[in-house]
Nanobody, 127 residues
Framework: QVQLMESGGGLVQAGGSLRLSCTAS????????MGWYRQAPGKERELVAV???????NYGDSVTGRFTASRDNAKNVVHLQMNNLKPEDTAVYYC?????????????????????WGTGTLVTVAS
């Protein structure tokens, strides 16, 4: 009932910047948090940045100070501005949305309380 579409991935040199975007579509009213996770080969998926519906953002330790997430609730869009990219940032970046607004119309949904994921966009940082 909710679809997430990422864009903006690609190849960039170390020290450069990229801006990722994710747009949620479908029945988006019940989305609480939106943000980004990433997964590099051989590693677990890890938190990058998640923006709560009140605007507070939780960043992963490895990206704090370099990445900035921003959210446009009206447009159901979350961005990830990535600066000073490092080769270790190379990963597939997945958009995330949490179906968790505490209202009756949301709580009764079959998908309430579980995350949605985008299909991922590859970010490659060349040394």
């Amino acid at each position: 009932q909710v679809q997430l579409m990422e864009s903006g991935g690609g190849l960039v040199q170390a020290g450069g910047s990229l801006r990722l975007s994710c747009t949620a579509s479908g029945d988006t009213f019940c989305i609480s948090a939106m943000g980004w996770y990433r997964q590099a080969p051989g590693k677990e998926r890890e938190l990058v940045a998640v923006v709560n519906n009140n605007g507070n953002t939780n960043y992963g330790d490895s990206v704090t100070g370099r990445f900035t997430a921003s959210r446009d609730n009206a447009k159901n869009v979350v961005h990830l501005q990535m600066n000073n990219l490092k080769p270790e940032d190379t990963a597939v970046y997945y958009c995330y949305a949490d179906m968790a607004i505490v209202q009756t119309r949301c709580v009764i949904r079959e998908d309430y309380g579980r995350p949605y994921w985008g299909t991922g966009t590859l970010v490659t940082v060349a040394s």
